[in-house]
């Protein structure tokens, strides 16, 4: 408890103390195998705030259920934890891409997605996800973009194109804690004028939710 304290305690604090704790414990949980893999992510790297989380990954998985999707392209999968909370979600036969360039993600991942009974509705795409993104057809049901902000603007613009029409692209951290707002840095700069762009895009409708650190959902019409 103490260490997901100090992964949300990385952004600014939006709701009043013990809010989040409590949404917490009031959403379904993951599964034991999230809970095995956001410990050894936490000891085995320095960057286990990467992780979408508990709320975010049934949030996510409450998406694919929602949305009945079938077919999932992530962009970005880190050690596993979204893209297990995805196969959780898929139907029997359906199926989810993921791309990560990082070797240590990525068999820490596959070691954790081996435990799984969902393991072969997942594909690693290991490599520049700017590149795997080439590679793919469409049409995929849902994208999820969660990987480095610098090319957030392309992966919006191929993930738009890959998707069906009536799909869902999924963009996380899209308020950078807030920095959207005075956007100094570059990262938040990207994001906001990502931000601009999506909502005066006639090719989708589109949320921006306050939840986390920010998720935009664009509807493909
Ligand atoms: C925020 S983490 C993803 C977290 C994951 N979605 C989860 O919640 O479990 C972002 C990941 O994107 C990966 N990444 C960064 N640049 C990339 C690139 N150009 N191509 C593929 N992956 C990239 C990083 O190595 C990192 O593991």
Known sequence: MEQRKDRRAVGVKVLPEGVEEYCERHTTALTELHE????????????ANFLVGEIEGAFLKMLVRMTQAKRILEVGMFTGYSALSFAEALPPDG??????????????A???????????????????AADTLKTLQGP????????DKPSYDDYYDRCL?????????????????????????????????????IHNDPRVENVLLPFRDGIMLAYKL
């Not at 095995?36 to 790297?45: A, D, G, P, V």
């Open 36 to 47: 095995r893999l956001l410990k050894e992510t936490e000891e085995k790297t320095t960057t």
């Open 95 to 108: 199926s989810i891409i993921t791309c990560e360039v990082d070797p240590h993600a990525i068999e820490i």
């Open 110 to 128: 596959r070691r954790f997605f081996a435990q799984s009974p969902h393991r072969d509705k997942i594909q690693i795409r290991e490599g520049r």
């Open 140 to 147: 995929f049901d849902l994208c999820f973009i969660d990987a």
């Open 161 to 197: 194109e890959l998707a069906r029409r009536g799909g869902l692209i999924v963009l996380d951290n899209m308020l950078r804690y807030g920095r959207v707002l005075n956007a100094t840095e570059e990262d938040a700069r990207i994001v906001n004028v990502l931000n601009d762009r």
